[in-house]
């Protein structure tokens, strides 16, 4: 119930190319999805998060496409950067008995973008 | 970066030994996590503290264990330690404990 699956758990993309990352999670009780990058020896830093709520988000080149049916999101980037070339982590949110708002994460993904 | 600072930035341990890790939070956040992340998944988050009192814990003994002050930073206390608690430990904080988390850099524990 509280796992969140996460794929592919590796991707190369060309320089400009649009890199496409996918989530699936079974606990409707989910409020909050972000996305955090990861650069190696680094902790995760907050790119971009949705709430369940809105379809489809866009900050820059980076969007959150949301399907609560499917129970499922991804994230997209578009043109995308050496610079990119990072692990990215999904999560999902909720807010426990305790009122601590607790993250669970995929597996990660690493990207590789080629110049 | 977030403003979320913790110490030390890398130790070595031996197994049985106990350890302390350290976190300053970010300025204006009363609330801080804790995660556990081992090298090439995903963080396990191990509890909250807020108001001096742990509000939430994941999935981890109570071995683990933690404190926050009135200064709102945090301590992560790990005993007994077992080889399996080598990790990236992750703090993070927020401006309450419903709210979007912020990670520092995180402590690396290598326990031998």
């Known amino acids: 119930q509280q796992q969140v699956k996460q794929s592919p758990q590796s991707l190369i993309v060309q320089k400009g190319g649009i890199s496409i990352i996918n989530c699936a999670y079974e606990n409707t009780a989910f409020d909050y999805f972000p996305w955090y990058q990861q650069f190696p020896g680094k902790g995760p830093a907050l790119l971009i998060a949705?709430?369940?709520?809105?379809s489809e988000k866009k900050e820059g080149r980076f969007t959150i496409s949301f399907n609560k049916s499917a129970k499922q999101f991804s994230l997209h980037i578009m043109d995308s950067q050496p610079g990119d070339s990072a692990t990215y982590f999904c999560a999902a949110s909720i807010v426990n008995s305790g009122s601590a708002r607790q993250l669970t994460f995929g597996s990660g993904t690493q990207l590789t973008v080629l110049p | 970066e977030t403003g979320v600072t913790q110490s030390p930035t890398h130790l070595i341990k031996t197994r049985g030994q106990q350890v302390t890790l350290r976190c300053s939070s970010q300025?204006?956040?009363?609330?801080v996590s804790w995660y556990q992340q081992a090298l090439g998944q995903g963080p396990q988050f191990i509890f909250q503290y807020y108001r001096e009192e742990e509000n939430g814990r994941g999935n981890f003994p109570p071995r683990f264990s933690g404190l926050q002050f009135p200064n709102y930073s945090s301590e992560l206390n790990v005993n007994a330690l077992e080889l399996d608690d080598s990790a990236l430990y992750l703090c993070?904080?927020?401006?309450?404990?419903?709210?979007?988390?912020?990670f520092g850099e995180g402590s690396w524990l290598t326990v031998v």
């Open positions: 300025s204006g956040h009363n609330t």
């Open positions: 993070a904080s927020s401006p309450g404990p419903g709210n979007t988390i912020y």
């Open positions: 949705i709430r369940p709520d809105v």
